[in-house]
C-alpha cells in the first residue's frame, strides 16, 4: 500500500525515483487510488512552490518539477480518465495560457489530461492575446475554452479574453473555463467564466459535461 505522505514528500524534494516507483505501484494495483495519488503529487507540488518562494529552490527546479508533474500523469492517467476517450474525441477545444503571462506547466498538464479524456485540444500556447483566441474559436468552430494563467495580472487578461468574445457576438455559445494559481470562485466571477478548476481533473470533468450537453 502507497504512503501518500510520503508520496507527497517525494515529489516535494524532487525524488524522481521513488515518486515514478510509486505510482508504478498505484497502477499495478489497478489504479484505484489513482486520484489519491494525484492529490499527493500537486500537496508536492505545494512544497516545490514554498521551497522556491523561501530561496531553497531555483528556476531550474521548477522546471524538473513541472516535467516530473508531467510525468506523473502520464503514469497515471489512464485511470484518472473515465468514459469513452478510445472511441474517438468527444469535442474541439482551445487552451492556452493568456496574455502577459509566460507560463506552461500547469496547462500542459491540464493538456494531457484532456487529451486522454478524450478532447481534441488546439493548444495555442502562452502570451495569447483575446483576439486570437476568439478568431481560433470562430475559424475552427469551437465552442469550448480554457484559459490558463499563473500571474495575478493574468485575470485581468482572461477577463479581457470574455470580454472579446462578448463584442464578437460569441459569448453565448461558448463556454469558458480558467484555472491557475491565482484562481478561485471571486477571480471567477470577476473575469465572467463559466467555470473554475483547481486541478486537472475537474477541469476534464467541467468540460466533459460542457461536450455531452452539445
Not at 473555463?177 to 467541467?206: K, L
Request: charged fraction near 25%; glycine fraction near 10%; charge should be negative.
Amino acid at each position: 500500500m502507497v504512503n501518500f505522505e510520503e508520496l507527497a514528500q517525494a515529489m516535494g524534494e524532487l525524488d524522481e525515483d521513488t515518486v515514478k516507483e510509486m505510482l508504478e505501484e498505484v497502477m499495478a494495483d489497478g489504479g484505484s487510488q489513482a486520484a489519491q495519488a494525484m492529490e499527493a503529487c500537486q500537496k508536492g507540488m505545494d512544497i516545490v512552490g514554498s521551497q522556491f518562494e523561501s530561496g531553497e529552490y531555483f528556476v531550474g527546479d521548477l522546471i524538473f518539477a513541472g516535467e516530473l508533474m508531467t510525468d506523473a500523469v502520464g503514469i497515471l492517467k489512464d485511470a484518472l480518465v473515465s468514459g469513452d476517450g478510445g472511441s474517438g474525441p468527444k469535442a474541439k477545444m482551445i487552451l492556452c495560457t493568456v496574455k502577459d503571462d509566460l507560463h506552461d506547466i500547469g496547462k500542459n498538464i491540464v493538456r494531457s489530461m484532456l487529451e486522454a479524456g478524450g478532447f481534441e485540444v488546439m493548444d495555442l500556447g502562452i502570451d495569447v492575446p483575446p483576439e486570437k483566441i476568439v478568431s481560433a474559436a470562430r475559424e475552427n468552430n469551437i465552442s469550448i475554452v480554457g484559459l490558463s494563467g499563473v500571474l495575478t495580472l493574468a485575470i485581468d487578461s482572461m477577463k479581457s479574453t470574455v470580454e472579446a468574445f462578448e463584442a464578437a457576438g460569441m459569448r453565448e455559445n461558448t463556454k469558458i473555463i480558467i484555472g491557475g494559481a491565482p484562481i478561485n470562485e471571486s477571480a471567477c466571477a470577476h473575469v465572467g467564466a463559466d467555470a473554475w478548476a483547481i486541478n486537472p481533473q475537474d477541469t476534464v470533468r467541467i468540460c466533459s459535461d460542457w461536450a455531452a450537453a452539445v
